[in-house]
C-alpha cells in the first residue's frame, strides 16, 4: 500500500473500512436515471444512506450484461440526451459537495473511445475508477497506462466461469478492486449462490491482496448478509435502479434510495461485526 498522502480516494475508503471491521457498499445508477436534474438528488440519498462508493451507468444503446432493469434506465437516460459528457459534468458538480467518496464509472469502451482527452477529464471532474464491461484484459494497456497517469484505477469483472489461470492474469493487471460477477448472466438475476460464490471469493483471495467487491443478485439485506463477511464489498444496482423507476420527484426517489441504502448498511454491519 502506498504512503497516504499518494493513496487514492479507493484506497482510503477500503483502508478505512478494514479499520473499523466493515465492508464497503458499492451502489449503481445510471447517470440520467431518471433525468440529469435528479442526478445529484440520487447521489446524496444514496451516500446519506450509507454507501461508500458510487458505481455510475455510463448511458449506452445496447448493454450487453444488463437486465431489464438497467437496460430500462440507460433507455430513460438515453431519451433525456445524457451523454458521457453530461457524466462527468454531474461528477464534476458532486465533487464541489462530497471530495471522499469515490466514484466509478461503469460502461462500454465504445464510449470512452469517442472521447479522446476521457482519462485527462475523468481526473478534472473527480472520476477515481473505471469499469469496462467489454475490455478484454489483454487489451487493457490502451487505456489503463494512460488513466494511471491520471490515478484512475482500471476495475476488472471476474466471473463463475473465469478460470484460475485467466483470473491470475487479470490481477496482474487490476487495480482499485476486483469485481466479482456473483452468477452467471445477466444483472438482476436471482439465482444466488451464497457458499459457491464464497468459495470462488476464498479462491481469489489467495491471487491478490486487492479488494474484492461482490455484485449481481444482491437485492436486499438479507442476500448483502450472507455475502458480507466473507467480501470486502457488496455491489447493488437493480435494486436502487427499480426504485428509481418507481418515479416521482428528485426529492422523493432520493429518500427511497437513502431507505434501501440504510437497509443493505444495516445488514452488513450486522453480518461482520457477529
Same mark, same amino acid.
Given at each position: 500500500m502506498s504512503s497516504d498522502v499518494d493513496q487514492t480516494r479507493l484506497d482510503k475508503t477500503f483502508s478505512r473500512l478494514r479499520e473499523n471491521k466493515s465492508k464497503a457498499l458499492v451502489s449503481f445508477i445510471t447517470v440520467g436515471d431518471p433525468t440529469l436534474d435528479c442526478a445529484m438528488d440520487c447521489l446524496q440519498g444514496l451516500v446519506e444512506g450509507?454507501?461508500?462508493?458510487? %458505481?455510475?451507468?455510463?448511458? /449506452?444503446?445496447d448493454p450487453e450484461a444488463e437486465g @431489464?432493469?438497467?437496460?430500462?434506465?440507460?433507455?430513460?437516460?438515453?431519451?433525456?440526451?445524457?451523454?458521457?459528457?453530461d457524466v462527468l459534468d454531474q461528477v464534476k458538480l458532486f465533487r464541489k459537495k462530497n471530495t471522499d467518496t469515490p466514484i *466509478?464509472?461503469?460502461g462500454y469502451l465504445n464510449s470512452i473511445i469517442a472521447m479522446p482527452d476521457f482519462e485527462k477529464r475523468a481526473s478534472e471532474a473527480g472520476?477515481?475508477?473505471?469499469?469496462? *464491461?467489454?475490455? @478484454? @484484459? %489483454? %487489451?487493457?494497456?490502451?487505456?489503463a497506462q494512460p488513466l494511471a497517469k491520471q490515478s484512475i484505477d482500471l476495475i476488472y469483472l471476474l466471473a463463475p466461469t473465469t478460470t484460475k489461470e485467466r483470473s491470475k492474469e487479470i490481477v496482474k493487471v487490476a487495480s482499485g478492486f476486483l469485481y466479482y460477477v456473483s452468477l452467471k448472466g445477466i =444483472?438482476?438475476?436471482?439465482? /444466488?449462490?451464497?457458499? %459457491? *460464490? =464464497?468459495?470462488k471469493v476464498r479462491e481469489l483471495k489467495e491471487?491478490?491482496?486487492? @479488494?474484492?467487491? *461482490?455484485? /449481481?443478485?444482491?437485492?436486499d439485506g438479507k442476500t448483502a448478509e450472507k455475502i458480507a463477511p466473507h467480501a470486502d464489498g457488496i455491489v447493488v444496482g437493480s435494486a436502487f435502479v427499480d426504485l428509481i423507476a418507481q418515479g416521482g420527484s428528485c426529492n422523493e426517489i432520493s429518500v427511497r434510495l437513502k431507505k434501501k441504502a440504510l437497509e443493505l448498511r444495516t445488514s452488513i454491519d450486522a453480518a461482520t461485526a457477529s
Open positions: 450509507g454507501v461508500d462508493i458510487l %458505481e455510475l451507468g455510463i448511458p /449506452f444503446s @431489464p432493469s438497467i437496460q430500462a434506465a440507460n433507455e430513460r437516460a438515453l431519451k433525456g440526451g445524457a451523454t458521457l459528457k *466509478v464509472l461503469m472520476v477515481d475508477g473505471l469499469i469496462m *464491461v467489454n475490455l @478484454p @484484459p %489483454e %487489451e487493457g494497456d490502451k487505456i =444483472t438482476g438475476a436471482d439465482h /444466488f449462490d451464497p457458499v %459457491e *460464490v =464464497t468459495k491471487l491478490t491482496d486487492l @479488494p474484492i467487491c *461482490v455484485g /449481481f443478485g444482491i437485492k
